[in-house]
């Protein structure tokens, strides 16, 4: 499932390439993290996101570009398994860890700390 | 009585005089060159409010409060408040107007607030029937980067042409007469947008603003930059003055003998990150701390503002800007 | 020489040449190492998810992306996040890290306008547009893969 060096190698070239868009573009960051969301889900929808999760292991999996990926597998899964309307059911199957964790952590730590500015 | 000159601007006959004064600041711009003049430096962003926004207040209030005091003058001889900030429906100067409790005129230059506060002092008490105006502008780095940009824990990487909201306040007493440096005239400045869209190159969308007013106000008035000791912008940055050099040069100015940017003055360089400062209090607490107690006997004072808003430039929309020029004396060379 | 002051396009054109430009030796390089160090380290808590909590390794994800969101959220509420990624860039926003600073940040930062409408709607304000278009992405995606 991928080595330390692959993870450092594959995780630190999507960073890269998202930093080359950061300072020759003028695009904002969210605008990037979409482009590179959207790049995941497609390349998922190829099939070429798994090998590279295989070959990089977290390299491929924590980098933003996952977050798509996923989202299309998931939906992609449950269409095969119940049908088109698999596509909505699926959709969120295996990004609910992520989602459900970002909204707990950003409450709670809303709850205790505040902002320094 | 105030009396038109050219096309834009104003001298004030009976010279106002500014009888006192006041600089309050955050941590940051108290250890830069200009802190050891600053009369209070508070040690941190949150300055023991409930709000980034309360902290601005505070600082607001305090530096009327001492203006007042060092002016000798009581609050309910006050005939005038006129102040501005950076925050929607310039909050923190209505809430300042309630504590001060005199009449308010609340005012909106972005960073040129500085300077048309000082002008609207002198005109109110040149001829306007006013004894004493207190004019104030307050900007704070949390308030401006949450309304404006993102929020203040958020990992953003500013490009090198990005400025640094300045935290402080100010405040300055207009006075008909007394002893202290003198308003002489003033120069309104003229809306420009030269298409820069960036919300991060404030300094090349204000340029053509400072270019224009400096330009006319030397036309209106006949002089050189030479007969200023010192002219300031408020807050171009090192993008937009070296922008406001090229623009004058070709205009046949010289402004690179007495010609600095408040922005770029009031870090240190060690503390200075990409372009400089920017922030309504940016050009006041310079002025104020800095440039009053230099021994100048003249000086002109560009604040410079951009217009915009955060929807107008998420709706593609360019960045118009605005600049103020006044001009202040001080007799006998001096305080 | 012409006056730029009635000539946007020239001036524009001045403007873009007085830009400092960034150093993108240094930006790229210093993305690169902490994006892959974070990753890094994220296959390192995924290990252990997988010896030592018996977790099977395509289930294995779930814990390691919460575990890097919560420490993505704890530098967040400590201030610590914003002076690495200031200089780390895209080496910290790309990575899941980054997902969770653009929340926890707008969760702190909104905290004073009330838990209901400041956390509540503003939460995903910067985070959003990425669960958006993720979800969009996917049905468009679905959709295809579905009808061939």
């Known amino acids: ?117 | 009585m105030a009396m038109k000159v050219g096309s834009q601007t104003f001298t004030f006959p009976s010279r106002p005089v500014l009888t006192g004064w006041a600089t309050v600041s955050g941590p940051k711009e108290g250890q830069g060159p200009a802190g050891a003049y600053f009369d209070k430096i508070f040690p941190d962003l949150t300055m023991q409010q409930k709000s980034f926004e309360k902290a601005e207040q505070l600082m607001m209030i305090t530096a009327v409060e001492i203006a007042l005091e060092k002016g000798g003058v009581a609050k309910d001889a006050v005939d005038v408040f006129v102040a501005g900030d950076l925050l929607n429906q310039i909050i923190i100067s209505g809430y300042s107007a309630l504590k001060v409790g005199a009449p308010y005129l609340g005012i909106y230059g972005a960073c040129s607030s500085f300077c048309e506060g000082l002008f609207l002092g002198g005109l109110l008490v040149d001829g306007g029937g006013a004894q004493y105006v207190v004019a104030a502008t307050s900007s704070h780095n949390c308030t401006a980067e949450r309304q404006f940009r993102y929020p203040t824990e958020y990992g953003a990487q500013l490009p090198p042409w990005a400025q640094h909201t300045v935290t402080g306040a100010a405040a300055v007493v207009v006075a008909a007469r007394g002893s202290g440096p003198v308003l002489e005239l003033a120069t309104v400045g003229k809306v420009m947008d030269l298409g820069i869209k960036d919300p991060y190159n404030m300094g090349a969308a204000m340029a053509p603003a400072a270019a224009d007013t400096i330009f006319t106000h030397l036309a209106d008035t006949g002089r050189q930059p030479g007969d200023y000791d010192l002219i300031v912008t408020g807050d171009l940055g090192r993008v937009g003055r070296e922008l406001l050099v090229e623009l004058a040069l070709r205009q046949g100015h010289d402004l690179s003998a007495n010609y600095r940017d408040c922005g770029e003055i009031i870090y240190s360089r060690e503390q200075t990150e990409n372009a400089g400062a920017s922030g309504c209090a940016c050009s006041a607490l310079v002025t104020l701390g800095l440039l009053f107690n230099q021994n100048y006997r003249r000086i002109l004072v560009v604040a410079t503002g951009a217009l915009h808003s955060p929807t107008s430039c998420q709706q593609g929309d360019s960045i118009p800007a605005i600049a103020h020029a006044v001009s202040i004396e001080f007799p006998k060379g001096g305080q | 020489m012409k006056n730029l002051l009635r000539d946007p396009k020239a001036y524009q054109e001045l403007a873009e040449q007085k830009k400092p430009r960034p150093n993108l030796a240094k930006n790229l390089f210093t993305a690169f190492v902490v994006g892959g160090a974070i990753c890094t380290l994220g296959q390192f808590i995924q290990n252990i998810y997988i010896k030592y909590f018996n977790f099977a390794p395509d289930r294995a994800g779930d814990p390691t992306t919460a575990t890097m969101i919560f420490i993505g959220g704890l530098l967040t509420a400590t201030g610590v996040f914003d002076k690495i990624a200031r200089h780390a860039g895209a080496g910290t926003a790309v990575p899941v890290t980054g997902f969770a600073n653009s929340i926890v940040s707008a969760a702190l930062e909104f905290k004073r306008e009330g838990f209901v409408l400041g956390v509540g709607s503003k939460m995903f304000a910067l985070a959003g547009s990425v669960i958006v278009f993720g979800v969009v992405t996917a049905f468009v995606v679905g959709l295809i893969s579905a009808l061939l």
């Open chain 1, 1 to 117: 499932m991928g080595s330390y060096l692959t993870a450092f190698l594959v995780g630190g070239l999507i960073c890269l390439i998202g930093q080359l868009l950061f300072d020759l573009t003028s695009w904002t960051p969210a605008h990037v993290l979409v482009l590179l969301v959207v790049a995941g889900g497609i390349l998922g929808g190829l099939g070429l996101y798994e090998p590279l999760i295989k070959f990089a292991g977290a390299g491929a999996t924590i980098p933003i570009s996952s977050f798509g990926n996923a989202l299309v597998k998931g939906a992609m899964a449950e269409a095969a398994q119940s049908g088109p309307i698999g596509i909505l059911t699926g959709i969120f199957e295996l990004t609910s860890a992520g989602i459900t964790a970002s909204i707990i952590f950003g409450f709670f730590f809303a709850l205790l700390f505040d902002p320094k500015g």
